[in-house]
């Protein structure tokens, strides 16, 4: 039931960042800065307390009462994810939702599921799986098994995005994304993919905050299982500093392009611009939300992490579909994202059964 309900809700996680960016193209007349750190308020500043009160509402004082060794490498860990996270939207940006999600999440699934055994086999801590006990088990030989398939199946993607590359003229490109460039996109997302991982390593380092969480609710529910929302309180630490990093260098693309003017620009429809960013960021916030969720039934290793990944994959694929990000490249280009997204089904369904054993 636990591995029914992990992957459940990683799924519906995966499909809440796998559709984030879509009211972000309902933005109009803004620059991309603007409304990225507009929506990125939200998603890091505003939404994660909110969520966090609600669910352990003493979650300041495990905060405070938290070594400050263990804010700062979580905190540290946040600000290069916010790095990933913030070329991620250039990724997309450049290649569109479903060639960019599927390169930038392809390297972060990979790595983020992998790196974290592989701390442990350095640093064993009970309870926690290391790269070496997965080597040593026929369901983490399965689950390593589905990483490099999946990885396979981006490598797959790709290509299917070098071959629409050629077909199409560049006026055809920019009418499905409107700023293509693949080599720039792809030299951003393979970058994003590797910073992205590190929001697992955060969930990892932050690990004591939710204990304290979980140790509170099982005095007050016992015979429960695990608290579903232990993970809250770490993603408040994990996002401030993904907000450091993202607020740093769109302050200085706003003051650089002077697009802070697009905040008081009556010429463009401003209070639909907020409502879109703001719809758009909490929508993002609500993949760590469920991932907090699957994880606390699946636990923080390679299974919840490519679970995750390769969700968000497949849901952006779905909405480059719905967007015509593949209309008028050839059969074999069609047949090619197809076979890549196939592989990276696969891939989920490995990993599933690897978990399972």
Known sequence: MNAILGILFHSIGGFAS????????????????????????????????????????NFTEIIASTSSQILTITFILGL?????????????????MSLGNSVVLGFCSAFGAIVPPLFYNFNPTEGKTSLTDMLATPGGQMVL??????????????????LKEKELSKEQQKASVA???????????????????????????????????????????????????????????????????????????????????????KKTPITKNIIFSALAGTTWFLQFFFYGMGESKLGNGASSWILHMSTIILTANMWGIYRNE????????????????????????????GNSM
């Not at 009211?23 to 966090?52: D, H, M, R, T």
């Open 179 to 265: 700023e293509f460039s693949l080599v720039k996109g792809l030299v951003v997302a393979v970058f994003s993919g590797i910073l992205s991982s590190f929001f697992n390593f955060g969930i990892e380092a932050g690990k004591p905050m939710a204990h304290v969480a979980n140790e509170a609710w099982k005095a007050l529910n016992p015979g429960e299982g695990e608290f579903l929302f232990q993970n809250n309180v770490i993603f408040v630490v994990i996002l401030w500093g993904g907000l450091t990093t993202n607020f740093i260098w769109t302050t200085i693309l706003s003051l650089k392009n002077k697009s802070y003017r697009d905040f008081t620009n």
């Open 18 to 57: 796998g559709s984030f960016y879509m009211p972000y193209n309902k933005v109009k007349g803004w620059a991309w800065e603007s409304f990225w750190i507009l929506g990125g308020l939200f998603s890091w500043l505003i939404v994660p307390p909110i969520a966090a009160y609600l669910t352990i509402p």
């Open 326 to 353: 593949w209309k008028g490249v050839a059969p074999k280009t069609k047949w090619t994202i197809a076979t890549g997204i196939a592989v990276i089904i696969i891939s989920v369904v490995l990993v599933g059964i």
């Open 80 to 96: 290069l994810w916010g790095i990933g996270g913030l070329t991620y939207g250039l990724g997309v940006r450049y290649l569109g």
């Open 145 to 162: 098994l589905g990483v490099v398939v999946c990885v396979i199946g981006i490598a797959i993607s790709g290509r299917a995005g070098m």
